[in-house]
């Protein structure tokens, strides 16, 4: 049954909203006060066009989070005079809301907002992901539609109903396509779903980390806990009233291009074994990159006789309370997992292989207020506001400090910024190891910030100061019967083990078999060597996209889902141009692939990916970088904002037929 239900629109696009701000006045002045100056000086520069104040908070704003401010008192109570003034103002003329700000406007708004310099290829994308007038500015609307009977007979199937999985469905459904999304689990929400380990939380902050079409003002952490993640996912799902068109415990098993008909045949599972032969036009891939767990290949892991899984598929019939658990891998699962479960364990033994680094925020814990959730769902355009600031604050600002100074002298740093954020790391972990010297050696990265994937201190390294914790540094020998074995030979017993040993990330699609015109993805990708062309197409391989494929994450910051909603539009963009076309094959050309990885690859000399003796899920055994995207957010938009149908081969289908 197709259960639609509607959200409630933010208060920009709400009729009387004004109105009942300014009833509920004293209300509103109250919660004023707990807010953040740059959300505040940004509406009220967005409602009024008045520059000159703007100009007078400029010089003390550093940055776009609130703890980068030093406004002085008097001039906060100004800006939440002037602007209940504003919203009076509006209310009384009976004037709508201004429409997205001038470019102009905008450029002294968001310079003065964030303390420096956005430069002007932010602007598309600002426009695209705050969609003012409440229109989803990423939705590819039909040129010329098509005739019914086309569109029910070019069949779409999506791989996966996650993050990107639903929100492609979304798409197609507005759009009208007929297509089936296919989900190996009993329920949505892909790794949210997998991923219920103790501590599981998303550390890109909510309120960016969540769909731009469907802005939330409820949640309640800034960065929120694994099942609020799910709830979002769910509530989203529920609204977008694609549950007719998800087929639960369901696997892809393989996918065969057949040339006569243009189709791709599709073998599909199900949870008895039985496996139905299909046939789709187009296969997208919403699969996820970090969901097939890596487990280790130790000497003696089967000698273990204790229970053992793997943080991604966590045995909530295992009750560690009391017990002695070893927790295998210190990156983002291994770090949430510690200081979660070291209070209710009789002891925690981590295995470090070697030291990530990780950022403190004072927001990690912390709940949102009841004025920020009023104000989100209250104040005229702060949800958009505060969602631009996430996502300066959090993107592209960190990336000019992740290349190779070739003048600067050190190895442990790139550069003058690189090694400043060090330093400030340093000083959190002296802090947080509570000043042990043996353990900050043990802790502390040889590598450049940034090698890895940068976690957030969420009290992992707190919790190793913790009587019940022995942190053991270095490679594991062997596991035995009742434990592990470290480099140095000495036995650490052991009631559980956790391996939070991280994912395949480094061959997308697997372990469904795609064989395209020429060979199998893995005859073309190897092992570990996934190219595409923006990460969303393959030579060979027809009418199939990747959503989340190579070269796409996220490494110096951002969201994921920023980079799932570009290549949704792309890939609309692209089928739109079959249906609207009759073209049956489309298949992306060799040489705009081969440029792109080209480009891509010159990119990443001198990143810090590539520096030396660093080992990480963004490398192939080759040291090739092939999970990353080494572009700035404002430059992947701009490259997947516009489908080039001259990039493809086409093959026109049969126009009776269509
Ligand atoms: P990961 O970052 O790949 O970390 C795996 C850990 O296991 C590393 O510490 C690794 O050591 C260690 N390891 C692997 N094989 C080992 C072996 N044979 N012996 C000893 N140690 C071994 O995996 P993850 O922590 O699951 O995170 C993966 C990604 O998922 C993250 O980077 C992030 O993108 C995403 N994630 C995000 C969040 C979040 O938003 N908070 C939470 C969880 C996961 P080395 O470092 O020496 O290789």
Not at 21 to 42: S, T
Not at 326 to 331: D, F, Q, V
Not at 538 to 561: C, E, K
Request: glycine content about 8%; proline content about 7%.
């Amino acid at each position: 049954m197709d259960e639609q239900t509607k959200p409630t629109p933010l208060p920009e696009h709400r009729e009387g909203a004004l109105q009942d701000l300014l009833r509920r006045e004293a209300e509103l002045e109250r919660h004023l006060i707990d807010l953040d100056v740059q959300p505040l000086l940004l509406v009220y520069g967005h409602l009024t066009g008045d520059t000159a104040t703007l100009d007078r908070f400029a010089p003390y704003i550093k940055g776009a989070w609130g703890f980068e401010e030093e406004v002085p008192e008097e001039m906060k109570a100004e800006l939440r005079r002037k602007l209940v003034e504003a919203f009076r103002d509006y209310a009384k003329s009976g004037r709508p809301l201004p429409p997205a700000p001038s470019t102009e406007l905008l450029q002294k708004m968001a310079d003065t907002a964030v303390g420096t310099h956005v430069p002007e290829a932010y602007y598309p994308m600002i426009y695209d992901e705050l969609n003012f007038d409440g229109k989803d500015a990423k939705t590819v609307k039909w040129r010329k539609p098509p005739p019914a009977a086309r569109l029910a007979n070019f069949k779409v199937l999506v791989i996966g109903a996650g993050f990107s999985g639903i929100a492609m469905g979304a798409k197609l459904k507005e759009a009208g396509y007929n297509f089936v999304i296919v989900e190996k689990n009993d329920k949505v929400g892909g790794t949210w779903y997998e991923n219920t380990y103790p501590g599981v939380a998303v550390d890109t902050p909510n309120h960016f980390y969540s769909y731009s079409f469907r802005m939330d003002p409820n949640w309640d952490h800034y960065f929120a806990r694994g099942h609020e993640i799910l709830n979002y996912i769910n509530t989203c799902y529920t609204e977008m009233g694609i549950s007719d068109h998800v087929r639960f415990e369901q696997e892809v098993v393989s996918c065969t291009w057949n040339g006569k008909d243009a189709v791709w045949d599709v073998k599909i599972r199900d949870k008895h074994g039985n496996v139905s032969e299909e046939r789709y036009n187009a296969v997208i891939s919403a699969a996820g990159l970090l969901n097939v767990p890596a487990y280790p290949n130790i000497p003696g892991m089967d000698d273990f006789k204790g229970p053992m899984f793997h943080s991604a598929r966590w045995d909530h019939s295992v009750d560690i309370k009391g017990k002695t658990v070893a927790l295998i891998g210190t990156g983002a699962s291994g770090q949430q997992i510690a200081p979660a479960i070291a209070p209710e364990v009789e002891k925690l033994v981590v295995f470090q292989r070697s030291p990530h680094w990780a950022r403190p925020n004072p927001l990690i814990f912390k709940q949102v207020s009841d004025s920020w959730k009023w104000a989100l769902a209250n104040i005229p355009y702060y949800n958009k506001w505060y969602r631009f600031l996430l996502l300066w604050a959090t993107a592209d600002g960190l990336l000019p400090q992740m290349r190779t100074d070739p003048n600067w002298p050190e190895t442990k740093s790139l550069n003058a910024e690189n090694q400043r954020i060090r330093e400030w790391l340093e000083a959190n972990i002296r802090e947080q190891c509570n000043g042990d010297e043996e353990l900050i050696a043990k802790v502390t990265p040889k590598f450049p910030p940034y090698g890895k994937r940068m976690l957030r201190d969420g009290g992992f390294l707190k919790s190793l100061t913790r009587d019940n914790v022995e942190l053991v540094s270095g490679p594991i020998q062997k596991f035995t019967e009742h434990g592990i074995v470290d480099e140095n030979g000495e036995e650490h017993q052991a009631d559980v083990i956790v391996l939070a040993t991280g994912f395949k990330a480094q061959c997308p699609l697997y372990p469904i078999e795609v064989t395209g015109t020429n060979g199998t993805i893995r005859d073309h990708w190897g092992e570990d060597d996934p190219r595409a062309h923006l990460g969303i197409t393959v030579p060979d391989f027809p009418n199939l996209f990747l959503i989340y494929g190579p070269n796409t994450n996220l490494g110096h910051g951002g969201s994921a889902l920023f980079h799932s909603e570009c290549q949704i539009r792309y890939i609309m963009q692209a089928l739109r141009e079959m249906v609207e076309n009759n073209i049956d094959v489309l298949s992306v050309k060799h040489e705009p692939f081969e440029a792109y990885n080209a480009k891509l690859d010159a990119e990443f000399e001198g990143m810090v990916w590539k520096h030396p003796g660093v080992t990480s899920w963004y490398k192939n055994k080759s040291g090739r970088v092939v999970t990353n995207s080494p572009w700035a957010l404002s430059v992947y938009h701009a490259l997947t904002a516009e489908f080039d149908p001259g990039e493809f081969e086409q093959e026109k289908a049969d126009v009776e037929a269509a």
